[in-house]
């Protein structure tokens, strides 16, 4: 997917402008599935630090050359059907973005009362189809979610933005002065021999926190006719198969399945069954007068949800981790 995520990016930037930020364990072997890529432009985190501090440092190192350049945030877990259309969007999102000091978010207009993902309020029409943002609402509970879709006016926040080095820049001043005089300090030492070890010392302390909290919620207080936050809708087929439901969804997509079951096993049977996902390789799967479920066998566990709590799939992964059950992780 990392592989897809640039290819679809470098018919609208060369290579040289693909910056990666990851991790220590995978920079290896991001370095070899991208082999266009100079390995100076996948950074690693010597610790996570969420959104903000990670596209944070980008802005600063780009502060130092290119200020006016428009950056923009494309996470590498998003499926894209239709890479052309997402390519327009992305160019329209620029010119936006570099018309003044704008932020840009491209948004899913949403298919069900999802409470895994984030949400835009929309506003008033800017201009063509971009839209004011009012405000940004982290992960809504179920009612909320419904309320949400009913309204017209929300959309998902696909977590993917454009804005220009200094617009981030002076954000993160703004509003994460510490952790933006952190990252300026990081930046200057990059291309020096001292940059992995002010990396490693500095980066370490700055706010673990998103560039939704971060930035957008607070700069979208300001009100939408003066936050210069647009969003733009986004109808070029998205999924960021970040649930068994969105992975449920994604796979009815690309294939024709029986009443909106994906039975993935050895050999299946059904009847009177309606959208379900079950995943349990080697097995013969049967599905009978059920509705909804999310059932996932692996070697040691076993999940039965339904596909309208299957974000709640994260509890379970903190759960373990409490009890330190590592073999399950």
Request: net charge neutral; aromatic share 8%; charged share 25%.
């Amino acid at each position: 997917m990392i592989q897809q995520t640039v290819a679809r990016l470098l018919p609208l930037a060369p290579a040289g402008r693909l910056w990666v930020i990851t991790n220590d364990d995978l920079r290896d072997a991001l370095a070899k599935q991208l082999p266009r890529l100079n390995r100076r432009q996948i950074l690693a985190e010597p610790v996570g630090r969420n959104t903000a501090p990670a596209i944070g440092l980008g802005a600063f190192l780009l502060l130092r050359t290119d200020p006016t350049a428009v950056i923009g945030l494309f996470p590498s877990d998003h499926v894209i059907r239709d890479e052309q259309r997402y390519r327009e969007t992305i160019t329209r999102g620029i010119e936006i973005a570099e018309a003044a000091e704008n932020i840009v978010v491209l948004g899913i207009r949403p298919s069900r009362p999802e409470t895994g993902y984030g949400y835009i309020e929309a506003g008033s029409l800017f201009e063509g189809e971009a839209l004011r943002v009012r405000r940004f609402t982290e992960k809504p509970n179920p009612q909320r979610a419904s309320e949400f879709l009913a309204a017209g006016n929300y959309f998902w926040n696909s977590g993917m933005f454009l804005w220009s080095a200094r617009t981030l820049a002076s954000a993160l001043q703004e509003h994460l002065p510490k952790t933006a005089a952190l990252l300026e300090e990081i930046a200057a030492a990059f291309g020096t021999k001292k940059f992995e070890s002010t990396f490693r010392k500095l980066y370490p302390k700055c706010e673990n926190i998103s560039v939704d909290y971060a930035v957008l919620e607070p700069r979208s207080s300001k009100g939408e006719e003066s936050s210069n936050i647009f969003c733009l809708p986004a109808d070029f087929g998205w999924n960021d198969l970040g649930s068994w439901t969105a992975l449920h969804e994604h796979q009815i997509v690309k294939q024709t399945w029986s009443d909106e079951n994906v039975l993935m096993g050895d050999g299946t049977f059904t009847l009177d069954a309606s959208g379900n996902y079950v995943h349990a390789p080697g097995k013969f799967v049967a599905a009978v007068g059920v509705r909804d479920l999310v059932i996932v066998e692996t070697d040691d566990a076993l999940l039965v949800t339904t596909r309208e709590r299957a974000q709640d799939v994260g509890k379970i992964v903190k759960y373990l981790d409490e009890k330190k059950l590592s073999k399950l992780t």
